[in-house]
């Protein structure tokens, strides 16, 4: 397989978890959420937080073994 053969279908790092994630923060800093609140929001921003560490793992692993078949070339 050589790289001009290389055709990835890329997936861009789930945004919308991340904008979530900031929201979330940004409120929390701002004193906006009551203190149940908080605790409420920060369940789901670790859940997006895991999951964007889960893609960003498997975009790794690909890369890798990416490298490693162009360095067996």
Do not use: H
């Not at 004193?31 to 929001?41: A, I, N, S």
Request: negative net charge; charged residues 30%.
């Amino acid at each position: 397989m050589g790289f001009t053969s290389f055709n990835p279908t890329y997936k861009l790092l789930p945004t919308p978890k991340v904008a979530e994630i900031e929201r979330i923060i940004a409120r929390i800093e701002a004193g906006d959420l009551e203190l149940q609140e908080v605790f409420d929001q920060f369940a789901p921003a670790v859940e997006s937080l895991r999951q964007c560490e889960s893609f960003l793992q498997e975009r790794q692993q690909k890369v890798d073994l990416l490298i490693e078949t162009l360095k067996d070339e």
